[in-house]
C-alpha cells in the first residue's frame, strides 16, 4: 500500500487535513473576484491550499492560472510566463486568440502553437529584455480583457509573491496593483512565504496597501492532525497511541511539512517490521533517524 503520508510536495485533495474554513473563505472570495493576501512561514501549506481552491473553481467552470513568481529569473521572463499561463487557462487557441486584440496589438508577442499538445507559448518582443517595464501593463491587463470578451470568470494565483520586489520594487507593485484593481472578475491570491516582506508590501504608502483580506494561515490543530494519522494506520490495521501521536506532534512542532515526514517515516518502518501497534519508543526511533 501506498505511503500516505506527502512532504514536500502539493497535498492532493484526499490526503489535506483540516483547513475547511480557510478553504471555504479562499473559494467564496477568488469567485467573487477579490484581492486575498495569504501568508505563512514556509511549510505551513499555503501553495496545498491554493491548489485546492483553484481544483474547486474550476469545477464551477471559473478558469485559473497559477504562477510562481520566484521560478523566474528576471522580469521579462515571468512576464512571458503570466501571459502564457493566463491565455492556456482561458481555453483553446482557437477561441482565444479572437479575445486578445489589444494586447497583440499593442505588445506584439510573438506566439507558437504546438500542434501535437495544443499548447501555446509566448515570447515578448526582443526590445523586453532590456526594459520590461513598459510592457507590463499589457500583460497584466490581459486577464480582464479575456476574461471580459470570453464571458468567464478567472481566478489567478501568484504564489511567493514576495520575491516580485527583485524585479524592480515598488514600481512594478504600482503597475500590477493599478491593472488588477480594475479586473472586477477576476479574483486574485497573492501568497508569500516571508511574512515580514508581505507585510512591509501591504503596509502603508505601498502599492498594495489596503487592496484586499490578508489571511495568516495557522498551524493545523492537534486533534485534526490524529484523526487523520490514526485513520491512515488503522486503514492498514495498525494503532498508533495516544502517547506516541503526542510525542510525534511535539516533534514536529505542529509544523505540517514535519508533522507529514515523521508519519510517513513511521509508517515505512512499521511496513518494514510489521508492528501492529505504534508507541513511543517507536516513534523515537523513526525521529532519531530523521
Ligand atoms: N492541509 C494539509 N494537509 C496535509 N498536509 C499538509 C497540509 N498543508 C501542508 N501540508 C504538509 O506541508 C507540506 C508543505 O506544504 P506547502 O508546500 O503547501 O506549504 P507552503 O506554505 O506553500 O510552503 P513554502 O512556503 O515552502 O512554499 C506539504 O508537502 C505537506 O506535507
Ligand atoms: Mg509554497
Redesign the pocket.
Known amino acids: 500500500m501506498e505511503n500516505p503520508f506527502?512532504?514536500?510536495?502539493?497535498?492532493e485533495q484526499r490526503?489535506?487535513?483540516?483547513?475547511e474554513k480557510e478553504l471555504q473563505n479562499l473559494v467564496r472570495d477568488l469567485a467573487d473576484g477579490q484581492k486575498v493576501f495569504l501568508l505563512?512561514p514556509?511549510?505551513?501549506?499555503?501553495?496545498?491550499?491554493v491548489s485546492l481552491a483553484l481544483l474547486k473553481l474550476q469545477k464551477r467552470h471559473i478558469r485559473t492560472a497559477n504562477i510562481t513568481v520566484s521560478s523566474y529569473a528576471n522580469y521579462a521572463q515571468f512576464l512571458e510566463k503570466f501571459a502564457e499561463r493566463v491565455l492556456r487557462s482561458a481555453g483553446p487557441w482557437d477561441r482565444v486568440k479572437g479575445w486578445i486584440g489589444r494586447f497583440i496589438q499593442r505588445v506584439q508577442p510573438t506566439i507558437t502553437m504546438n500542434p501535437a499538445s495544443g499548447e501555446t507559448s509566448i515570447s515578448l518582443s526582443r526590445a523586453a529584455d532590456s526594459d520590461a517595464s513598459p510592457l507590463a501593463a499589457e500583460v497584466f491587463a490581459m486577464p480582464g480583457e479575456l476574461a471580459r470578451n470570453g464571458g468567464f470568470r478567472m481566478a489567478i494565483c501568484l504564489d511567493e509573491f514576495q520575491q516580485i520586489d527583485l524585479f524592480g520594487g515598488p514600481a512594478v507593485e504600482n503597475v500590477l496593483r493599478n491593472e488588477v484593481q480594475r479586473q472586477r472578475e477576476i479574483g486574485y491570491v497573492f501568497s508569500g512565504?516571508q511574512p515580514s516582506l508581505m507585510e512591509e508590501m501591504l503596509s502603508s504608502g505601498r502599492p498594495f496597501h489596503k487592496a484586499g483580506p490578508a489571511v495568516f494561515l495557522e498551524k493545523?490543530p492537534v486533534a485534526a492532525w490524529k484523526d487523520f494519522i490514526r485513520a491512515q494506520f488503522k486503514s492498514r490495521r495498525r494503532k498508533v497511541t495516544e502517547q506516541a501521536l503526542d510525542r510525534l506532534m511535539k516533534a514536529a512542532d505542529l509544523i505540517?511539512?514535519d508533522v507529514?515526514r515523521t508519519a510517513h517515516e513511521l509508517w515505512d518502518y512499521a511496513e518494514l517490521a510489521d508492528r501492529a501497534e505504534l508507541d513511543i519508543p517507536e516513534v523515537d526511533l523513526v525521529i532519531d533517524e530523521l
Open positions: 506527502v512532504f514536500g510536495e502539493i497535498v490526503h489535506f487535513v483540516d483547513r505563512s514556509r511549510r505551513f501549506g499555503k501553495s496545498s491550499l512565504s493545523i505540517p511539512y507529514q
